[in-house]
């Protein structure tokens, strides 16, 4: 039975068990997600973002360990990369 319990437990997302590194909110972070969702907080573990959405509910999944960012109103824009191998001279 244990042995179950822990094999169900290790497929958990870790997001769901741990809290996450980092915390922006209170801005307006722009999401690109299949609507182009604008929202206030964001959870990042690592170099994963692993929440997002408002202000009350992405605070929720701090701990002491969790730096904590308030944007003051700024926006986050997501970093996207071209890959088309252009050079430019």
Do not use: C, Y
Not at 25 to 44: C, L, N, P, S, Y
């Amino acid at each position: 039975m244990t042995r179950r319990l822990l094999f169900l437990l290790s497929w958990i997302p870790f997001s769901l068990t741990a809290a996450p590194s980092l915390i922006v909110h209170g801005g307006k972070i722009v999401t690109v997600d299949k609507d182009f969702r604008i929202v206030t907080a964001m959870a990042v573990d690592g170099e994963r973002i692993v929440a997002t959405g408002g202000d009350a509910e992405v605070l929720q999944l701090k701990d002491g360990n969790t730096k904590v960012i308030d944007l003051k109103g700024r926006m986050v824009l997501p970093g996207l990369m071209d890959s088309s191998g252009r050079g430019h001279a």
